[in-house]
């Protein structure tokens, strides 16, 4: 079962922007969709991004224009650029297997990403 290890989160002031990474540890990271969720403290996770092995992108409308979503399979990477952040994106960010739904129970730690003045 794939493990996987998030960052590049951090703090940022809304309009700015921040790159976050995963690396996966697994076989056959390229065939596999991947995407990324994010959890609000005391909420639900929730997904944000997916990515298919043919790069083929989908966005939730929430992100969507302000977030891109990318993978390097020979780095077993995938990353999300995220831009003109809002107080909104505050959340604690995850990587995981799946286009709109995850693929497994095996999360990592997430990565923080704080949005405030």
């Known amino acids: 079962q794939a493990q996987f290890m998030e960052s590049g989160g951090g703090s940022m002031q809304p309009g700015g922007s921040l790159r976050l990474s995963c690396r996966a540890f697994g076989s056959n990271f390229g065939v596999y969709p991947m995407a990324w969720y994010r959890q609000i403290s005391g909420n639900q996770r929730e997904w944000v991004a997916g990515?298919?092995?043919?790069?083929?992108?989908i966005y939730s409308q929430s992100v969507k224009e302000r977030f891109r979503i990318s993978r390097d399979n020979t780095q077993n990477s995938l990353y999300l650029q995220m831009n003109n952040l809002k107080p909104e994106d505050t959340a604690r960010y995850y990587c995981?297997?799946?286009?709109?739904?995850?693929?497994?129970?095996?999360w990592g730690q997430g990565t923080a990403v704080t949005v405030s003045p």
């Open positions: 995981n297997g799946g286009y709109t739904q995850p693929q497994s129970n095996a």
């Open positions: 990515i298919n092995s043919m790069g083929t992108t």
